[in-house]
């Protein structure tokens, strides 16, 4: 596996708990990172300066690295190489890797890892690298998504490359999904779908939301679109302009980070514009989209328009479409003429997978004790 994005993900413990979670699964895995390699092989180079370089010797440093990883291959079942598609610095973009050598290690998958961009320019901020803004940032982020993708389809063919989101920090359920490429049958991998912005007042449903996701990730290799939250930062950034307040505070609590108004405004149609498309990539990177249509309180069907447009979506690119009908309203033509199955609990569409051998019974759990 290739594992690249852009800097400011802190990609390094992330992989390295992934990698555990793979190892309990597969056995002996090897991770390489490819920029700690670089600063041992350079070590007269100070730490975080080695994009100064001139390009000459970064490739050069880069290309040693890449030789003793190839050679190191033949002993190394299973292995991760973390590295990056491409480089946004004083020199300009340009790309992180070498033909050659990409086609001598011959991966089986490339992997994308993506995350919030207020978490990215929080992690910068932290490091000293301020001199960035999160256009640079989302534009960055692209740039590496179109480059590896088009780099797996040159290297190894149509269908080799993924985008993976981070998540949240503490939450192992993506770390764990990376691990499951490595599993033997490869599993399922599921796109989940459900409503966002008809429940954010009722905590009834974002808890019923959140169990369905939850649920899911345990069967499923799950791309969630839940894992990139910048659509709240829209809604921040149009408040503060609202208020005339100069910076807007986003993070946790205890964390947080302070972002120019004007910084995340001049972001609002990049957000709502990648939203969009990536949403699209998740679903025609997985095999099957499950989506949950929860009952809201007077009856009716939470169902979205990018819910609708993300089952129109899915049946137009031929993947199965499952739905969790909840609402006591017949769900409409338009759910129904496009869905593989539709059931009226979790429950019953986990019957459903196990009985069409989409999962095994090994991960049934507690549904089924």
């Not at 599993?187 to 459900?194: D, E, G, M, Q």
């Amino acid at each position: 596996m290739v594992v690249t994005g852009q800097v400011g993900l802190d990609k390094k413990p992330f992989l390295q708990r992934a990698a555990q979670i793979a190892r309990d699964r597969c056995g002996e895995l090897t991770v390489f990172h490819v920029g700690d390699m670089m600063y041992a092989e350079a070590p007269d180079v100070a730490p975080g300066r080695i994009l100064d370089l001139p390009l000459s010797r970064l490739q050069s440093l880069r290309r040693s690295v890449f030789k003793d990883i190839l050679a190191a291959r033949e002993n190394c079942p299973h292995m991760v190489v973390n590295t990056h598609a491409t480089f946004r610095w004083r020199h300009g973009l340009f790309y992180a890797f070498d033909y050659d050598q990409m086609k001598a290690l011959d991966a089986d998958v490339y992997v994308t890892l993506v995350d919030n961009v207020d978490r990215v320019h929080a992690r910068l901020q932290r490091d000293g690298h301020t001199d960035h803004t999160l256009k640079d940032l989302m534009v960055w982020r692209e740039e590496e998504i179109l480059a590896t993708e088009l780099l797996s389809q040159i290297v190894a063919g149509h269908g080799r490359s993924f985008v993976v989101a981070r998540g949240r920090a503490g939450d192992s359920a993506n770390a764990e999904a990376l691990a499951r490429f490595f599993d033997q049958p490869a599993p399922r991998k599921a796109y989940l779908s459900f409503p966002m912005t008809h429940v954010q007042n009722s905590p009834a449903l974002l808890a019923e939301i959140e169990a369905f996701r939850r649920e899911m990730k345990r069967h499923f290799l799950c791309f969630d679109p839940g894992d990139i939250e910048e659509r709240e930062l829209v809604h921040l950034a149009l408040d503060a302009a609202d208020a005339a307040r100069r910076f807007v505070e986003v993070g946790p609590p205890g964390d947080k980070t302070a972002i120019e108004t004007n910084d995340l405004l001049g972001i609002v149609r990049d957000i709502d514009g990648q939203i969009y498309s990536r949403d699209f990539k998740l679903i025609d990177q997985s095999d099957m989209i499950v989506s949950l249509i929860p009952e809201l309180s007077d009856g009716r069907a939470a169902l979205s328009s990018g819910v609708e447009r993300e089952l129109q979506h899915a049946h137009e690119a031929t993947r199965d479409v499952f739905v969790v009908w909840q609402p006591r309203a017949e769900p409409s033509p338009f759910v129904t003429e496009t869905a593989t199955a539709v059931f009226a609990s979790v429950a019953e569409a986990i019957r459903y997978f196990l009985d069409h051998h989409l999962i095994t019974p090994t991960t049934t759990g507690r549904l089924f004790a």
